[in-house]
DNA sequence: CAAAAAGAAGATATGTCTGTCTTTTATTGT
DNA sequence: ACAATAAAAGACAGACATATCTTCTTTTTG
């Protein structure tokens, strides 16, 4: 579903949602650690995920990442489309170039529901609303 | 969501239902230049269901593969597991190996309302069923 | 100014996915 | 029995994803 990447920069954002603030910024070491991704590997999709302001960064000593108010705003299709596309919400799930409503595969009508629900689920709520449940519910990222 | 493996596993299989019968078998560069997948792509593909009995085949002159009847009664989701497992039904969507209801990731109740979807849409209706809509209502494989 | 930490770029290694080619085996029709 | 046909099987190669490690630059703090 989602690449590895992904995966670890949803898991690297919604660590930065609970854990860090402009005043308390953690460094790539420390999440490598925590989340026991690899520290080169996490360090790059963090890099990407700054340059298109889904998180915010300072460098020099007590630098690090963190999320200021408006990335809490996001939402994770924007991780998901930062890191790995757009593709699994628009693209045919039979790989045909050609798929629409009017030259429909043999799952294009499934697939719309299917993707109808990657939609919802990944877009209606935001980054700081994820992380007050994390906190509330006790989950485990 | 899915390998091209799968992608050109399933609109192997589908090609077979409307095309193929126990008489009338295809071979493997009928269907490759049909589909328009590379040939020995689709040999491996369509080798590794045939092993796993999910679609038929005979050597010799007039052989090819086909789907008897016991074929035409399996779903999607037999090809889909088939061909790229079962980890897009199972596995945690951020990868985390202890997730579950009792310790669940901050996507473990969203994901698992995705892959409720996803096997109803993959496992309600049979191949057969499938190959029959497809020539009901025009659709390109 | 020195230290800390991100930013940036590149080398390397491994593994999986995708794709091509060749050889072997089984079946059929003559 | 023989030749043709087609799947079965395995060897191989390139592209891409994943992962690790270096090196260097830039910025910021104390």
């Known amino acids: 579903m989602f690449s590895k990447s992904c995966q670890y920069g949803i898991r690297a954002v919604l660590f930065l949602a609970v854990y860090s603030s402009a005043e308390k910024r953690l460094g790539v070491t420390e999440i490598a650690n925590k989340l026991e991704i690899p520290k080169h590997f996490l360090a790059k999709i ?27 705003k996001s939402n994770l299709k924007d991780i ?39 939609n919802y689920q990944f877009e209606h709520q935001t980054i700081g609303e994820m992380a007050e449940k994390i906190v509330r519910t006790n989950l485990s990222i």
């Open 46 to 72: 963090l890099q990407q995920l700054a340059k298109e302001n889904l998180i915010s960064s300072s460098r020099g000593p007590s630098g690090g990442f963190y999320l200021n108010k408006k990335n809490r």
């Open 80 to 118: 998901i489309e930062a890191i790995d596309g757009s593709q699994i919400f628009t693209d045919c799930i039979l790989g045909l170039k050609e798929c629409s409503s009017e030259k429909p595969c043999p799952l294009h009508f499934q697939a719309f529901g299917i993707k109808e629900g990657l």
